[in-house]
């Protein structure tokens, strides 16, 4: 804490003695009332403020902290303490306006001191104050009720101020309490502005008193009622205190002439006090009127402060009302977002149901087909079985059957060895000559591209003379070679070459009377047609007849398969003729057969029954035949000329109307088998020819299968032995298999011992035809003896 006496300032204070010291703190509408009742009471007298200014408690109270605050703001030079100067100093200031409205001399007293009651009794005793009005309550018992004193200050002051002091203690305009001075009493008497008014007189002591009382009473609702009593009360002081003079002057008249001029000097005198009295009533009036006046403002302030109040109430609603209309637009646009986005996701779901339920379609959809697709694999897969299960089969019967080649391959060898083969009959240019009359051109059967084929009668035999181009690289040797090779081939479906001549390069084959597989189709010579049943014999020994070519080593590939290369002997047994031709076929130099063979064939109608990738590479396969037994199967199928029978045939598939297509001269055609040899033959014709069918394992035995499954019946009552007897193994005259069969003169095979006993019984005519035989010479058939020990091995 500062130096009190530094901080200590005066401010128009000149006499101590005549001053009442009023305590006011800052409390303005508190002190303000306390500060009335000393105008009131003392009017006539100086009154001083006395401020002690506690520097804490404006930092305390929250609206004087907030005003400093924005001080500080405004002055940021200046320091706290100076702005709460400055402070108490405006307060101060107003004060004192309070009393220059009030017309009365006023000055201030402001010290520092942290403790204020302590300032208060200390400023009393260091000026000697002897007049001095203060507030008697704190703020919470601030009331017009109070009856006592009610602040810590008010007591402290009460207590230990000098008792020099004389102190009023007011609340709400009322005095509260009194505490008189005690020492020197005559003096505080004399200093009393109340005393003073009747200091000579006894009756003064009661007016005194009922002043006091009155004194009480100012500030009350019965103010101007005690005014008016105070003005009496006052009247009769004067009036007492005059007729003491006029009684004291009476007492005393040596000299009348300055008895009279005492007493009009008293007169007067009792004038101006009169006047002053009257004075003093109009400045009460005045003071009165003042203190209205001041209520009003107060009033008029306190109206203001509302109506500002009022104002920035109704702007701060105002503001907050434009804020709530604002947030209210913003709700009402979030409102709109939220209900638009509401729509959409509406829209969006309702999209989503839709799909939903077209999802839901489909997944029904979905079921069935999966439904239908399982069955249908379900119904797949057991086909897969029964293939795989008939794929294990004929794997078994195929590897069954390459067993059984193999073991007659190994009885054939060794058979071979033992079995003296027929030495090939070599013919001269001569005996071919005369057996072809001289190649009359009527005797001419076939023109090839290999050459012409001539009907002959060789050494009493129906033979068929190839005669092959003479010209070319190949000598003598290698072509004996060949054909002593080619004579070792010996199947029963495969056309016995018998002899040959090698001075013109001719080849003597077995004559087969009843022509190509191609003249029967064609029914050339009005040929009857071939039955059903026939066709499939046929398409069966065809297809052995390949497999026994196929498996010789190295495999010997027709080449040039169709359909008449199959020729038909007595019985309509078919035999494959022309087989291993290449290598006796004079070729160019650089050239190979295959290849020379495919450079022709793509230029004439034989190509349609060649392998398209043989006549793209050149390069023969035994797949090859397949594709030209496939070609074969379809035209012993439809009976229909070679061009476009495959198209035909896949449209008649697809349309489900094969039938149609079927060769009707041939019979009733089994349908189902019909149809399934059709799939198979365009199997054969795949292009690819991986994709090509297997001759053993998938032609063979179907065809065999078919073969069996449309037998007739009463074969079909026969023994398994009985049905399986190939007829051309069967001797037409003892209708048994053969053991030495002999070919007559006829072109018919019969066993040696059957012929030979009917020739030597005087016949000389054939038993099959009855016809005159040219001759009674007997051939031996060593190919079909060979066939029939094969066969019989194999049952
Ligand atoms: N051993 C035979 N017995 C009866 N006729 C035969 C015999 N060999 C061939 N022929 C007949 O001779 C014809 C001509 O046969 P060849 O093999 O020479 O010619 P291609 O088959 O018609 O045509 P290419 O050989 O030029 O392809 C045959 O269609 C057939 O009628």
Redesign the pocket.
């Known amino acids: 804490m500062e130096n009190f006496e530094e901080n200590e300032q005066e401010r128009g204070l000149c006499d101590v003695e005549e001053t009442i010291f009023v305590a006011v703190g800052r409390n303005i509408e508190k002190s303000k009332t306390t500060l009335f009742w000393a105008v009131q009471n003392f009017a006539e007298k100086k009154i001083c403020l006395l401020h002690v200014h506690k520097p804490i408690q404006v930092v305390a109270a929250f609206k004087e902290r907030k005003y400093a605050v924005n001080r500080l703001k405004q002055h940021a030079d200046k320091g706290f303490r100076e702005l709460e100067r400055e402070r108490v100093s405006e307060v101060l200031d107003q004060y004192l306006l309070i009393l220059g409205q009030a017309g009365v001399q006023g000055g201030t007293i402001l010290i520092e001191k942290d403790n204020v009651e302590n300032g208060i009794v200390d400023i009393i005793a260091r000026q000697k104050i002897r007049w001095l009005v203060m507030g008697a309550a704190e703020d919470k018992y601030y009331s017009k009720k109070l009856v006592e004193l009610k602040s810590k200050k008010a007591i402290f002051v009460c207590q230990q101020a000098p008792i020099s002091c004389h102190i009023w203690f007011c609340c709400k305009g009322r005095l509260i309490y009194t505490r008189n001075s005690i020492e020197d009493r005559s003096e505080v008497e004399i200093a009393d502005p109340f005393l003073m008014l009747n200091s000579d007189v006894g009756t003064m002591q009661s007016g005194h008193v009922k002043l006091e009382s009155l004194t009480h009473r100012l500030g009350s609702p019965d103010a101007e009622e005690d005014a008016d009593e105070l003005e009496t009360s006052c009247c009769s002081v004067q009036s007492s205190w005059s007729s003491n003079s006029l009684f004291g002057t009476s007492k005393s008249t040596p000299l009348l002439t300055d008895e009279l001029t005492h007493f009009q000097e008293e007169k007067s005198q009792s004038r101006i006090e009169q006047a002053k009295v009257e004075a003093k009533n109009s400045k009460r009036i005045v003071y009165e009127e003042v203190v209205k006046r001041w209520k009003q403002e107060d009033n008029a302030v306190e109206a203001k402060c509302k109506v500002k109040a009022m104002q920035s109430l109704c702007v701060k609603e105002m503001s907050q009302r434009k804020e709530l209309e604002e947030l209210l637009a913003k709700e009402k646009k979030e409102l709109e977002r939220i209900k638009n986005q509401n729509d959409e996701t509406v829209k969006e779901l309702h999209m989503v149901h839709n799909q939903n339920s077209i999802m839901k379609g489909q997944i029904t959809e979905s079921h069935c087909v999966v439904k239908e697709l399982e069955e249908k694999i379900i119904s797949a897969v057991e086909l897969l079985i029964s293939f795989k299960q008939k794929r294990d089969e004929l794997r078994i019967e195929c590897g069954n059957a390459k067993r059984r080649v193999k073991e007659l391959k190994r009885l054939g060898k060794r058979e071979a060895a033992s079995f003296s083969w027929p030495e090939l009959l070599e013919f001269s240019f001569i005996e071919l000559n005369q057996a072809t009359n001289n190649l009359d051109p009527s005797w001419k059967?076939?023109?090839?591209?290999?050459?012409?084929?001539y009907?002959g009668l060789l050494r009493h035999l129906h033979?068929?003379i190839?005669m092959l181009p003479s010209y070319g690289s190949q000598s003598l040797l290698e072509f004996k070679h060949e054909v002593e090779v080619l004579s070792r081939v010996r199947h029963p479906n495969l056309?016995i070459l018998i002899g040959t001549c090698p001075e013109s390069r001719s080849l003597v084959?077995?004559?087969?009377?009843n022509?190509?597989l191609?003249?029967c189709l064609a029914c050339k010579d009005k040929k009857t047609p071939l039955l059903w049943q026939k066709r499939l014999q046929i398409a069966s020994e065809v297809c052995s007849a390949l497999i026994y070519l196929h498996s010789n080593e190295p495999p010997i590939i027709h080449g040039?398969l169709?359909p008449?290369?199959v020729?038909l002997d007595a019985n309509l047994v078919s035999?494959l003729?022309?087989f291993g031709?290449f290598h006796l076929i004079p070729q160019g130099e650089t050239t190979s057969n295959s290849t020379a063979l495919c450079n022709e064939s793509k230029n004439n109608s034989?190509s349609v029954y060649m392998d398209p990738e043989y006549l793209e590479t050149g390069k023969l396969t035994p797949e090859a035949d397949v594709y030209s037994f496939g070609i074969i199967l379809l035209r012993l199928l439809t009976g229909r000329p070679v061009l476009g029978i495959m198209k035909d045939v896949q449209c008649a598939l697809q349309k489900g109307n094969f039938n149609a297509l079927l060769d009707c001269s041939a019979g009733d055609w089994p349908r189902a088998e019909a149809e399934q040899l059709a799939h198979l033959a365009l199997r054969c014709c795949e292009k690819n020819r991986l994709n090509r069918p297997d001759l053993v394992s998938d032609l063979w035995s179907v065809l065999e299968a078919m073969k069996a499954s449309c037998e007739s019946p009463v074969s079909q009552s026969g023994s398994k032995e009985h049905r399986r007897i190939p007829s051309h193994f069967v001797c037409p005259i003892l209708q048994e298999v053969m053991k030495d069969p002999h070919i007559a003169a006829d072109g018919f095979t019969y066993e040696g011992e059957a012929i030979r006993g009917w020739l030597k019984s005087g016949h000389n005519t054939s038993p099959m035809t009855n016809l005159k035989l040219e001759h009674c010479d007997l051939l031996p058939n060593y190919a079909l003896h060979q066939a029939i020990l094969e066969w019989q091995q194999q049952w």
């Open positions: 059967i076939g023109e090839g591209r290999y050459g012409n084929v009907r033979v068929a190839k056309v084959y077995e004559y087969l009377r022509g190509s191609e003249d040039n169709k008449s290369k020729l035999k003729g022309d031709i034989s």
